[in-house]
Each structure stands twice: as C-alpha cells, then as structure tokens.
C-alpha cells in the first residue's frame, strides 16, 4: 500500500496515474483531508491504511509569500514532513520526499546531490530544513530534488507557468519573462515514471536529482511554450531586478542527475520533448 499526500496538485495526480497503471494499490490524501503538520491525524492514517511507503508531493510553493509566512512554510515544508517520516518509521513504513532546487544558491552551473546546499530564500531554506528532518527521521527516505514543474492536477488542467505563460498570451498583449534564471522544465509525468523506476531498481535510500534533460531560462521557456501553441505574442526578456521580485532567487539551479547515472537508470528526455507532449493535451 502505497500513501500520496498533496492529492490535487499536479505531482500527485502523476503518481496516482503512474503508479496505478502498474496495479499498484494507494490511498491518496488532499489538504483538507489530511493535515500533515497534526500528528495525531498522521499516525491515525498510518495506523489505518499500514502503508509500505509514503509519497509526499504536499508542500508549501508560496515563494513570494514564505518570506513574510513563515510559520506556514516551515509547518508545511518541514515539520509536517518530519511527522511523516517519523510515523512511517515507526510503522517500518519508507518515505519518497519531494524537494527543489531552490535549496542551492545558484553560484554554480549546476548542481549534484553532493553539492552543498545554500538557499537564498526562506521558501528555499524551509525545503532543505524538511530535507534533513527527513533523513534524520527514517533511514529509508529518498530525497527527491526536482525543478519548475509543469503538469496536468486533478481537475485536468495544473496551474504552473506553462498555463499561466498561455493564458497571458492568448489576452494578446506583451509578456515581460526574466531571462537570467536558468533551470530544467519538468514534467510530472516523467518525474512520476522516474519516481517509479528508482523505487522499483532496488536504488538504496538517499537524495537523488530527477528533472527532464536540458535547461533554459525563464524566457527561453516561455518563447517554446507559445511556439508550440502556436500563439504568436510578443515576448520581452527582463532581468530579475525588473521583475519586481522581492526576494533572492539563484540565478542558475540546475540539478544534475548524478545519482541516476551512477546506478545505470536513464535519463528522463529533453524538457523540449515533454513540454511538446504536455501542451498537447491540455
């Protein structure tokens, strides 16, 4: 049995479609249905399903926000995460994390699961404060670092910059992107599929990097995602100072996927490929 946490949001639906096809059997929970930072709802769950395994896809995202939300973000991001690893521990129960790349500082370009973490953002650091609570809490944990994620949710649409970037587009006016962050485009899907690979290899626990091959900044991703809509709309390249950004943000944090290669389990494709496939079914 398998428990997904986040249920709504588009990483969880991935895994729930992922994994089902493979007759896997879950149990799926959304905020409102289970709020990971209540330990006595937590271990009731546990205590009535006896999952093998967690999937955590609930997170705090509010990055703008976290800086002045703090209680919110850390409760989500990491403390309830430590409850879960912690319950699962005790029910010898393993736990899949999810995590971002928002736990470096982007001084480099680009980083491996042995690179020395350095956020820059209260959102950055409350993700890399559940990472260690994790770890600490239940050695049967993987840490899963991904980044800008993009993907169908519940309802069968996602609210992620690739529909926000077509939704501005199709009002018709200009679109100002910022053009120095630079990242790898993900798609649940594949992240769901790789999830599954790595858990089903026999990989021991451990942080590993999972994001489609390549990378681009915020503006070249916006112009492939009306180039692949077919909408023509002008597109104006911006600095992250201009952006009106209140907050640090690294400037290139992309994540190498050392960890797959060294245990022989391919590459997720080119975030262009999957980023053509996701626009054709929304």
């Known amino acids: 049995m398998i428990l997904v946490t986040g249920e709504g949001g588009q990483l969880a639906n991935a895994v729930k479609q992922v994994f089902s096809d493979f007759g896997k059997d879950m149990v799926l929970f959304g905020k409102g249905d289970l709020d990971i930072t209540d330990e006595g709802a937590v ?15 609930a997170a705090y995202n509010k990055v703008e926000q976290a800086e002045v939300d703090i209680e919110s973000a850390y409760n989500n ?24 790349d928002y736990v470096f500082g982007g001084n480099k370009d680009g980083f491996t699961e042995l690179d020395c973490p350095n956020p820059l953002n209260v959102y950055g650091a409350s993700k890399l ?3 260690q609570l994790v770890r600490l ?3 049967r944990s993987f840490i899963i670092r991904t980044s800008w994620l993009f993907g169908k949710n ?9 529909t926000t970037m077509i939704s501005k587009a199709k009002e018709g006016d200009k679109i100002r992107v910022v053009e120095d962050q630079i990242g790898s485009p993900t798609y649940t899907f594949d992240l769901a599929r790789k999830i599954f690979e790595v858990l089903s290899s026999g990989a021991k ?7 489609n091959s390549g990378h681009c900044s915020w503006y070249e991703f916006s112009k492939k995602i009306l180039e ?14 201009e ?22 389990i391919p590459l997720l494709r080119n975030w262009q490929d999957a980023l053509d496939e996701y626009i054709k079914i929304i």
């Open 243 to 264: 952006s009106g950004t209140k907050i640090k943000r690294p400037h290139n944090s992309v994540l190498k996927n050392k960890k797959l290669e060294e245990i022989k």
């Open 43 to 57: 271990f009731g769950v546990f205590d009535k399903y006896k999952p093998d395994i967690v999937i955590n896809c």
């Open 129 to 131: 404060s559940g990472e």
């Open 137 to 139: 809490a239940n050695k």
């Open 205 to 211: 626990p451990g942080i590993y990097h999972i994001t």
């Open 228 to 241: 692949f809509s077919k909408i023509d709309v002008e597109i104006i390249p911006i600095k992250t100072l």
């Open 77 to 100: 991001n990491a403390f309830g995460p430590y409850l879960l690893a912690k319950t699962a521990n005790y029910f010898n129960a393993g736990i899949v994390h999810i995590s971002t």
């Open 154 to 162: 519940k309802e069968g649409n996602g609210k992620n910059f690739v």
